[in-house]
């Protein structure tokens, strides 16, 4: 079975604090994402990245950014966290057969 | 552009109950077709996939199905459970990368299961 691993399912941070969200998965896929998650939005796509290294913006990508150094890491990193980026966020990774996702991490930004 | 239309938002039914989630796409070059079903806080999981090829496919209560010509799917729920009660998501696969990734998300619909 495909597994992506989210590193917390909770979390509470401070506003203006660097946040560091992991995701790690373990079928060798090329292709992983970072998503939010809001009630009547739908999942929103904010950084994917098709291989180590690589990075392409999304629908969302302001006050975010991304890091690939392995193939099986993609961390999103929230440089200075604000009130507006408390949601659930998602990772998944994929195949041309679709995709698998993480457990989500609740992200609460006081 | 590529979009993934889901209907209705939200639906109420009775445990016990038969029902219908529909979804229309406007995806090109499609590669296929997944629903996954999202239980409150919790990530999607994967309840079927079709390719083009394929016009019907079942996983015990839950039948999905693919018209390619109408770019449309269906979820059909039989014998609804009270543990059916979640967001279930219509995720269509792009040939390509593109600006979306290779992924095209619909909003979901939200499913409430009453006794």
């Known amino acids: 079975d495909v597994k992506v691993t989210q590193s917390s399912r909770y979390l509470v941070k401070r506003t203006g604090e660097k946040v560091f969200l992991e995701c790690v998965q373990d079928?060798?896929?090329?292709?992983m994402f970072w998503y939010r998650q809001d009630p009547g939005l739908g999942l929103r796509l904010i950084y994917f990245?098709?291989?180590?290294?690589?990075?392409e913006k999304g629908d969302i990508p302001e006050g975010y950014s991304v890091s690939r150094e392995k193939k099986e890491r993609f961390s999103l990193i929230l440089e200075s966290a604000s009130t507006n980026q408390t949601s659930m966020y998602l990772c998944?990774?994929?195949?041309?057969?679709?995709?698998?996702f993480g457990q989500g991490t609740r992200l609460t930004v006081v | 552009k590529n979009q993934v239309e889901q209907s209705p938002q939200s639906l109420i039914i009775l445990e016990g109950k038969n029902c219908t989630l529909q979804?229309?796409?406007?995806?090109?070059?499609?590669?296929?077709l997944r629903w996954y079903k999202q239980d409150t806080g919790r990530g999607p999981v994967s309840l079927t996939i079709?390719?083009?090829?394929?016009n019907t496919k079942s996983n015990g209560r839950y039948t999905a199905t693919l018209d390619a010509d109408t770019k449309q799917s269906s979820l059909h729920i039989t014998a609804s459970q009270l543990s059916d009660s979640a967001s279930y998501i219509c995720?269509?696969?792009?040939?390509?990368?593109?600006?979306?990734?290779?992924?095209?998300f619909g909003k979901g619909t939200k499913l409430s299961v009453k006794p």
């Open positions: 998944a990774s994929s195949t041309r057969w679709g995709a698998f």
């Open positions: 079928m060798d896929h090329e292709n």
């Open positions: 990245s098709y291989d180590v290294k690589m990075k």
């Open positions: 979804c229309n796409y406007t995806v090109s070059p499609f590669s296929n």
């Open positions: 079709m390719t083009f090829s394929e």
């Open positions: 995720v269509v696969s792009a040939n390509y990368g593109g600006s979306q990734g290779n992924l095209i």
